[in-house]
């Protein structure tokens, strides 16, 4: 099983839209899939079960009382599962504190719920205690940025944070790659954004995922870019994107 984190905490850079693409690329290649949704803005959730997850155990619970998580695990219409999310992650970080353990509560979790191919977990816009868990699971950290100046800022505090788990609570955890996201060719601040990637990413950097607008419709469809619009562009993009993935986490990194 490879667990990979998707973690930027700048929000608005396609965190979730990555998940939610890469889990149905990786399931239409016919991988198990489990996506995780560690965000207590519930996005993941929201866009592909709506309110009907409402009434049975989510991630909290299964940080608390690891497993649960299998209790908190739904399968999507494309055929991955996902373990759904809640509000009460919101104040996780506040209650963990009291455990010693606070920063394996995820690993704990997903030591629960064996069988799967790839692990994906679509962390919180933040860089704490939930990433931290999010980090330490994982056998590798996938970055999705937009491209935009501001979201070029925050960058060297990720990386130093993920340097940080590195040097110390999971020295396993690998960069699988940088994902230039929301990409419009056609302006030049993007071309400027992308270009500064690839001199700093250069060994890491994906293929650039081009702003669209079926991006924005597929989760009122409650569908991933490849159910809603499986010959479009964005589709074709997630399914490069995820036959990278795989070659990189059967090689153990970019």
Not at 77 to 102: I, K, N, P, T, Y
Not at 245 to 250: F, K
Request: hydrophobic residues 45%; aromatic residues 6%; contains cysteine.
């Amino acid at each position: 099983m490879t667990v990979l984190a998707v973690a930027n905490q700048k929000g608005g850079v396609g965190k979730t839209t990555t998940v939610v693409g890469l889990a149905a690329a990786l399931s239409e290649m016919g991988k198990r899939v489990l996506a995780v949704d560690l965000d207590p803005q519930m996005a993941l959730t929201a866009w592909l079960f709506g309110e009907d997850h409402k009434g049975r155990a989510t991630v909290y619970e299964a940080l608390f009382w690891p497993e649960k998580l299998r209790e908190a695990t739904l399968t999507s219409a494309e055929g991955f599962e996902v373990a759904v999310s809640s509000l009460d992650l919101a104040g996780a970080e506040v209650e963990l504190l009291a455990f010693a353990d606070r920063h394996q509560r995820l690993h704990r979790a997903l030591a629960k719920v064996p069988g799967r191919d790839w692990v994906l977990v679509d962390c919180p816009p933040s860089l704490g205690l939930l990433t931290l868990n999010a980090l330490l699971a994982a056998d590798f950290v996938l970055v999705p940025v937009s491209c935009e100046y501001l979201a070029l800022r925050g960058l060297a505090l990720l990386f130093a944070t993920i340097r940080r788990v590195q040097d110390g609570l999971n020295p396993g955890l690998r960069l699988l790659g940088v994902l230039p996201n929301l990409y419009e060719a056609r302006t030049l601040h993007a071309q400027e954004v992308l270009d500064a990637l690839e001199k700093r990413f250069k060994e890491v950097l994906l293929p650039p995922v081009r702003k669209s607008v079926r991006f924005r419709e597929a989760p009122v469809a409650r569908k991933s870019i490849l159910a809603y619009d499986p010959d479009g562009e964005g589709a074709e993009a997630l399914r490069r994107i995820a036959k990278e993935v795989v070659r990189r986490g059967e090689k153990g990194g970019a």
